[in-house]
């Protein structure tokens, strides 16, 4: 998907809503584990459920590798049942030496045909560069991420900027706003502004409202762009917001409250 | 595997050397095409010409991802394949917030066994400590790595240290030498020092011999310490040695003579 399909499809559904399909076997309903394939039907019903109201979908890889190879199979008929209009993202965090990173871009943008997958900045240049070959595809690299982890080393500072400012910068220099995406972590909305000074026009991957404590219009405040520029994540606030045979019903109306609170922050920019 | 039998194993084998099965389905003999499973026919065959010569195998997780959930299957039946006396690591660069580092430890830990598994420390802390909690299981956790783009953030400087020093010292507070072990790139030896300065008593995964340029020797000149410390990683070098019928004999020959010049290498060591 490019940018300008993302764009319309935040202003037709007026979200910029991303769910994370973070299913855990121990914390989906019982009454799936009947299921032949417990996780891949979870994500089924959540999707149905809520695939009108959101613009992107985000599986967490580790949750599927927790299952071995049959978790990968769950991933894999994931990923083909998400319609074509909503963006996909493989929460995976991957980045390696050059000629390995190349297999990690083709098991994510090629053989599962995700949109996107999240890239860790640490090993540099021909670590992120394969991911950003594809056409339509994306990178997503980790800036500052919403985890308390954050602060050991994202914030080192030589005196000129922090660490997640030279990875901003840095990366400028490998992609652009239509194949670069940074994940923002909600936690710590003002440093947005600092952000948007760097990367103005890219989309921002924003985790960490709701469980993880951050606010929605306060990210929208400081990180916002024309183009709206962000998608939100939320995960377990949606996908485990019921726990019996209504699940799917519990996860709908959390995902209709979030994207309701959305439509009224687009307001502005969608005229 | 606890690090006193890794000790004992690097003794009685006077080997240190790590073999990295990175099995690309391009790349091996095309008569192991007809096998039912080629990726996993071609590692036993490595597995049974080198396991008297090394101490420890690596697969890298993104050459099985590459293949989707056939590729893990191919990894499940080669991490079981390999014998229990010799050191496995996943080498899956992982991390991520605390919850799901805690699914990725469990993949990799538990769900398939192996002794180890490399993490990125972009993330901190909690998203390195999860891996942390099992009993005789290790992180290897990256310093400085042995690519081009290593240049990129690692040495970012804030006038008193480096990061990848920053990451050696801080992660001593959430483990110790026998849990943790290091990457440490052979691409530039004179660093060793450096980082022996910090990690005296640790074991070191040290990869960029052979095909990246690094020299045996060196790196043993600078990081060797009393225990060795040491695990020398080879892939291309050995798996790709032959391209025939003979692969296996090829990859033995080229991992035999590494292994005798590290016999050589630890002769003052063993007395």
């Not at 994370?20 to 394939?37: M, N, S």
């Not at 339509?136 to 080192?156: E, P």
């Not at 709206?228 to 377990?236: A, E, M, Y």
């Not at 699940?247 to 959305?262: G, H, V, W």
Request: net charge negative; with cysteine.
């Amino acid at each position: 998907m490019n940018k300008q399909e993302l764009i319309n499809q935040i202003k037709i559904k007026k979200s910029f809503l991303c769910i994370g399909l973070d299913a855990d076997i121990d914390k989906i309903p019982k009454h799936l584990l009947e299921e032949e394939d417990p996780i891949f039907e979870f994500n089924k019903k959540i999707i149905d459920a809520t695939k009108d109201l959101c613009v992107a979908y985000k599986p967490n890889t580790a949750f599927y590798e927790s299952l071995g190879s049959k978790g990968w199979e769950s991933l894999e008929k994931t990923i083909d049942y998400i319609p074509k209009d909503i963006f996909t993202i493989a929460d995976a965090k991957r980045g390696d030496i050059g000629n390995t990173s190349k297999m990690y871009a083709n098991a994510f943008l090629n053989t599962l045909n995700f949109d996107s997958v999240t890239v860790a900045p640490y090993m540099g240049s021909d670590s992120v560069m394969p991911f950003l070959e594809f056409e339509d595809k994306w990178v997503i690299l980790l800036a500052l991420t919403s985890n308390k982890g954050a602060d050991d080393f994202q914030f080192f500072n030589n005196g000129k900027e922090q660490l997640f400012e030279k990875v901003l910068k840095q990366s400028k220099n490998w992609g652009n706003d239509k194949n670069l995406m940074y994940v923002v972590g909600a936690t710590r909305p003002e440093i947005f502004t600092e952000i948007r000074n760097i990367v103005p026009d890219s989309f921002l991957l924003v985790p960490g409202v709701g469980a993880q404590g951050g606010s929605l219009s306060e990210v929208c405040k400081y990180g916002m762009n024309k183009d709206c520029g962000l998608l939100v994540n939320s995960s377990r606030g949606i996908i485990y917001a019921g726990k019996d045979q209504n699940f799917a019903d519990s996860a709908r109306n959390s995902a209709l409250e979030i994207q309701k609170e959305m439509a009224i922050l687009l307001k502005e920019l969608l005229g």
